[in-house]
């Protein structure tokens, strides 16, 4: 039986649609939560959008406050989004300003600042946050993770030490080249 054999009009079928059909309140199950692994909740439900009944599903945590979700017009995650710049965001643009101003330094045949490279360490041992940004925005090589302080300061000497043989490979070929 489809719509045109039936003797609905529009707004009975709306009706009977969004009364029989959509599921806003959904089902609930307890799954293990991706962050902390303790008990968090999944919700699978339906919603109106635009004339269309599109399927959602979310994953709440309570105890780590972790919420993933496909809904383009969650409150939890328009709540996270309207929180301003994330902490340690800007920081680890400083972050790896520092880290660039250190390697232009020893790129150039001179020494690491000490200050620069204090401030560089300091901030970082601070706010362990900018750390996690500078991996998501500045790490490029996927094969390398910057996700704590000693892994930061790794990483950086790492840098250091590459731009001081790239350094002294480019004397050593330039002076080569001019015998």
């Not at 390697?103 to 020494?111: M, P, T, W, Y």
Request: with cysteine; charged share 25%.
């Amino acid at each position: 039986m489809t719509f045109s054999d039936t003797h609905l009009g529009h707004d009975e079928y709306n009706a009977f649609v969004l009364e029989n059909v959509v599921d806003t309140d959904g089902s609930r199950c307890k799954v293990e939560c991706p962050k902390c692994g303790k008990t968090a909740i999944q919700r699978d439900y339906d919603r109106v959008d635009g004339g269309c009944v599109n399927a959602y599903e979310s994953v709440t945590c309570q105890h780590c406050d972790y919420h993933d979700c496909d809904d383009d017009y969650c409150s939890i995650c328009e709540a996270k989004c309207d929180s301003g710049t994330p902490v340690g965001y800007d920081e680890s643009a400083m972050l790896s300003y520092f880290l660039d101003n250190c390697l232009e330094s020893v790129a150039a045949g001179h020494l690491v600042d000490p200050v620069v490279w204090s401030k560089l360490k300091a901030l970082a041992f601070n706010l362990p946050e900018a750390i996690g940004w500078f991996d998501t925005c500045f790490v490029c090589d996927r094969r390398v993770t910057v996700n704590t302080y000693k892994e930061f300061v790794n990483y950086a000497q790492r840098k250091l030490l590459d731009a001081r043989f790239t350094m002294r490979l480019d004397k050593k070929i330039t002076l080569a080249k001019t015998l």
